[in-house]
């Protein structure tokens, strides 16, 4: 995609982002929820036409590209009048490349098969994002739009999807997902960060995470303003954290009678927090 630019009337959602997605790989769109990581999957999938710009999905229009796709949008995919069962056989109807690999999945998934002759209205969150996926992975296409897939998950069911995705990026496909948990970092090849400015930073988890300072975490009364960089201190009720400031000793850091300090290598956490909040401010 090319200088994207998307306005609903109250200013740009997007404005000017360019994002070149690999194909066979998976690609994390990492971001806070607002910020238009769903509007801008919703473009690429043809359900919502950028005010400027350009969209190619395999060298073509996402409208030309429609059937080389499917899209997971969260929580707006599934009637909650129909059964699970209803659900499926309806989605199935739609997609022209649906298969019948829905109960391997839910299987996988760990989704009670009963479950499939209830009402979706009385499923839980975590229930109808098992079920959206289960549809959406279950068309036979080369790219798949997944809008914030681990969302309402536990952690059991995100490590089979991790591995689900895994595997389907070995036989080739191309997977583009949404995040705003820290968690699914791990799985990405690529990490596009969006913030409210657009994309505004690509690499592997790896390179974006060498480029994150190392955190200072103090319990106490330490003080640890002057050793990190400034905006950077987090307070929290027992922890207070930044990243190290470029010079700074952390031997240095003043501690005391019942007070911890420590220097350590940032976590996938802190480089959302790094990416998102902090390095687009400056």
């Known amino acids: 995609m090319r200088e994207l630019r998307k306005d609903f009337g109250n200013g740009d959602v997007l404005a000017g982002v360019d994002l070149d997605v690999p194909e066979g790989e998976i690609t994390l769109l990492m971001g806070p929820n607002g910020v238009g990581k769903t509007i801008l999957l919703s473009c ?21 590209a429609a059937e080389s796709l499917s899209f997971m949008l969260q929580d707006a995919m599934l009637v ?14 739609l997609h022209p490349h ?3 690999d829905v109960a391997d999945i839910l299987e996988t998934l760990d989704f009670e098969t009963e479950a499939l002759e209830m009402e979706v209205g009385d499923y839980s969150g975590g229930m109808k994002r098992k079920l959206e996926l ?23 069911t995100v490590e089979q999807l991790h591995s689900l995705l895994a595997e389907r990026r070995e036989a080739g496909e191309t997977i583009l997902i949404s995040s705003h948990l820290p968690g699914d970092a791990d799985l990405a090849d690529t990490i596009a960060v969006v913030t409210e400015d657009g994309v505004t930073a690509v690499g592997s988890p790896a390179e974006l995470l060498a480029d994150v300072p190392p955190v200072v975490l103090a319990e106490g009364p330490a003080d640890i303003a002057d050793a990190v960089r400034e905006g950077e201190l987090f307070e929290g009720e027992i922890h ?20 911890t300090v420590q220097v350590r290598e940032p976590t996938y956490t802190d480089m959302f927090n790094y990416y998102v909040h902090l390095r687009g401010t400056r």
């Open 240 to 259: 207070r954290r930044g990243f190290l400031r470029e010079g700074a000793d952390p031997d240095a850091l003043a501690g005391g009678e019942g007070t």
């Open 44 to 64: 690429i999938a043809g359900g919502l036409y950028p005010d400027d710009g350009e969209v190619t999905v395999f060298g073509n229009s996402p409208d030309a």
């Open 80 to 93: 909650d009048e129909l059964t699970g069962r209803e659900n499926v056989a309806f989605f199935r109807d």
């Open 98 to 100: 649906s298969t019948d």
């Open 134 to 156: 289960a549809v959406s992975l279950s068309a036979d296409v080369p790219l798949y739009l997944l809008d914030e897939p681990t969302a309402a998950l536990d952690m059991t």
